[in-house]
């Protein structure tokens, strides 16, 4: 067992019966009182948000968590199946853990995910994408206004909006966090 002083931003902690990631941990001297952290951490399952003061000499369970990365092979129900890029072994990861970024996962990108004793806790996707645009409507002539965007549809089935000038067979860079297009791929 740790104590609370031992925590850091970004630790996944077992608290009460739950797996909880560290957002925000500040430690707090009001006065002439007894010094605390105050601690904001979110439920690795719901997502939901949880406030917390813990005493200086409070302990605390801090999760062992293996974080490594791995490939994407291919979806498989309502988990997606990775392999270790080491060991080769393939690994059932829930889809709800990549949140709905998992939309702009083509297969072979690399993921990260988090496991504490053999199950999955958490998954991540990169930050961008590129991904080939297999569905948009073409271009009105005459239409140049700078910021009017379209629907699109990439390779993955992910419907995204972007600017008038992509056309079907482009290639764009797509931000999974947002879902939002960044820009065309040359090439």
């Given at each position: 067992?740790?104590?609370a002083?031992?925590i850091?931003?970004?630790?996944i902690?077992r608290?009460?019966?739950?797996?909880?990631?560290v957002?925000?941990?500040?430690?707090?001297?009001?006065?002439?009182?007894?010094a605390?952290?105050?601690?904001?951490m979110r439920?690795?399952?719901?997502?939901?948000?949880?406030e917390?003061r813990?005493?200086t000499?409070?302990?605390v369970?801090?999760?062992r968590?293996e974080?490594s990365?791995?490939q994407y092979l291919?979806?498989d129900?309502?988990?997606?199946?990775?392999?270790?890029?080491e060991?080769?072994?393939?690994?059932?990861?829930?889809?709800?853990?990549?949140g709905?970024a998992?939309k702009?996962?083509?297969e072979?990108?690399?993921?990260?995910?988090a496991?504490?004793?053999e199950e999955?806790?958490?998954?991540?996707v990169?930050?961008?994408?590129?991904l080939?645009i297999?569905?948009t409507?073409?271009?009105?002539?005459g239409?140049?206004?700078?910021?009017a965007?379209k629907?699109?549809?990439?390779?993955?089935?992910?419907?995204i909006?972007?600017?008038?000038?992509?056309?079907?067979?482009d290639k764009?860079k797509?931000?999974?966090?947002?879902?939002?297009?960044v820009?065309r791929?040359?090439g």
């Amino acid at each position: 067992m740790a104590k609370a002083s031992d925590i850091k931003n970004g630790n996944i902690l077992r608290f009460n019966g739950e797996l909880v990631q560290v957002e925000e941990f500040l430690h707090r001297t009001p006065g002439n009182l007894r010094a605390f952290y105050q601690a904001r951490m979110r439920n690795v399952r719901s997502g939901k948000l949880v406030e917390y003061r813990f005493r200086t000499d409070e302990e605390v369970d801090i999760a062992r968590v293996e974080t490594s990365n791995y490939q994407y092979l291919y979806e498989d129900g309502e988990s997606l199946v990775v392999m270790d890029n080491e060991t080769y072994d393939q690994h059932n990861v829930p889809k709800k853990l990549f949140g709905p970024a998992v939309k702009f996962l083509k297969e072979g990108a690399n993921v990260t995910v988090a496991f504490e004793s053999e199950e999955p806790i958490m998954g991540s996707v990169p930050n961008s994408a590129e991904l080939e645009i297999t569905y948009t409507e073409p271009a009105v002539k005459g239409d140049t206004s700078t910021s009017a965007l379209k629907n699109a549809t990439v390779e993955t089935g992910a419907e995204i909006k972007v600017p008038l000038f992509v056309n079907i067979g482009d290639k764009v860079k797509v931000d999974t966090a947002s879902g939002s297009y960044v820009e065309r791929v040359k090439g």
